[in-house]
T-cell receptor, first 112, second 110 residues
Framework: DAGVIQSPRHEVTEMGQEVTLRCKPI?????LFWYRQTMMRGLELLIY????????DSGMPEDRFSAKMPNASFSTLKIQPSEPRDSAVYFC??????????FGAGTRLSVL | SQQGEEDPQALSIQEGENATMNCSYK?????LQWYRQNSGRGLVHLIL?????REKHSGRLRVTLDTSKKSSSLLITASRAADTASYFCATDHNTDKLIFGTGTRLQVFP
């Protein structure tokens, strides 16, 4: 298996633009997690899905952030409109049953 | 916040030395995990210890768990330059999600 696949690896955009981050979890995994990592705040859980259903979105910063999981093999995290303070590395992770999470390589987002 | 805290924040050692990093948490756990993150990469799972276990080994890694003190330690023996990375503890509080600590940056000099 190729592992968790995230795209793009890097995204540079201007303030106010819409940003869409994509994630393909490991085949067969039934939980998917979106994290944000910054120097100041460390690794924060934004939202997670179980069997494609959002379970806990309490970490989503504000209404500008939204996440979807239309099927078991794809999820998106959207920021609209983006702001400079959204600059961070965004990770997607997936798991199945054993509590261990498998992380993608991340998307480094820079909002100018 | 339930976020775990790790100490030290940074650790520099010579190759061959042992590295110990500690993690403390606030509420009872189902299990505790350690992850490693190389610069510019995603986190990689290293080892999981359950709340009813006190010690676990995996290769050069040794993890201990003291639930009475709500703390864990990760020992890397005979360190190598390739062990240079950030190390995070993560706690499972009987939910589907993990709470990650603040991390320890380990630098191993050849």
């Amino acid at each position: 298996d190729a592992g968790v696949i995230q795209s793009p690896r890097h995204e540079v955009t201007e303030m106010g633009q819409e940003v869409t981050l994509r994630c393909k979890p490991i085949s067969g995994h039934n939980s998917l997690f979106w994290y944000r990592q910054t120097m100041m705040r460390g690794l924060e859980l934004l939202i997670y899905f179980n069997n494609n259903v959002p379970i806990d979105d309490s970490g989503m910063p504000e209404d500008r952030f939204s996440a979807k999981m239309p099927n078991a093999s794809f999820s998106t995290l959207k920021i609209q409109p983006s702001e400079p303070r959204d600059s961070a590395v965004y990770f997607c992770a997936s798991s199945f049953g054993d509590d261990i999470q498998y992380f993608g390589a991340g998307t480094r987002l820079s909002v100018l | 916040s339930q976020q775990g805290e790790e100490d030290p924040q940074a650790l520099s050692i010579q190759e061959g030395e042992n590295a110990t990093m500690n993690c403390s948490y606030k509420t009872s756990i189902n299990n505790l995990q350690w992850y490693r993150q190389n610069s510019g990469r995603g986190l990689v799972h290293l080892i999981l210890i359950r709340s009813n276990e006190r010690e676990k080994h995996s290769g050069r890694l040794r993890v201990t768990l003291d639930t009475s003190k709500k703390s864990s330690s990760l020992l890397i023996t005979a360190s190598r330059a390739a062990d240079t990375a950030s190390y995070f503890c993560a706690t499972d509080h009987n939910t589907d999600k993990l709470i990650f600590g603040t991390g320890t940056r380990l630098q191993v000099f050849p």
